[in-house]
Nanobody, 121 residues
Framework: QVQLVESGGGLVQAGGSLRLSCAASGRTFNSYSYVMGWLRQAPGKERVLVVDIRWSSGRTNYADSVKSRFTISRDNAKNTVYLQMDSLKPEDTAVYYC????????????WGQGSQVAVSS
């Protein structure tokens, strides 16, 4: 099993910044075998992918709506993934989830508890 523990989030004014963290652990967790993602779900909407990163190569994939504003990074020593969110907009308001899947899979297997991000105008 893999455990994902998120931290960060909160309330910020439009144009502000927040950083989310996701610490991964577990006896079977080998970070280099995983893709880590940040997904978000706004009220009344489906959960969508914001960005993901292939841990081994660092290759990233951003949603168009967050390109140039959000940055995903990883700390190998801490098995932690970060999401730096800058120039936040009210439409970024959502619950943000960290997720992990093995590289060979298409569906995320493990999920964090979710972090509320609220951006006021």
């Amino acid at each position: 099993q893999v455990q994902l523990v998120e931290s960060g989030g909160g309330l910020v004014q439009a144009g502000g910044s927040l950083r989310l963290s996701c610490a991964a652990s577990g006896r079977t967790f080998n970070s280099y075998s995983y893709v880590m993602g940040w997904l978000r779900q706004a009220p009344g909407k489906e959960r969508v992918l914001v960005v993901d990163i292939r841990w081994s190569s660092g290759r990233t994939n951003y949603a168009d709506s967050v390109k140039s504003r959000f940055t995903i990074s990883r700390d190998n020593a801490k098995n932690t993934v970060y999401l730096q969110m800058d120039s936040l907009k009210p439409e970024d308001t959502a619950v943000y989830y960290c997720a992990a899947r093995r590289v060979e899979l298409n569906q995320y297997e493990y999920w964090g508890q979710g972090s509320q991000v609220a951006v006021s105008s």
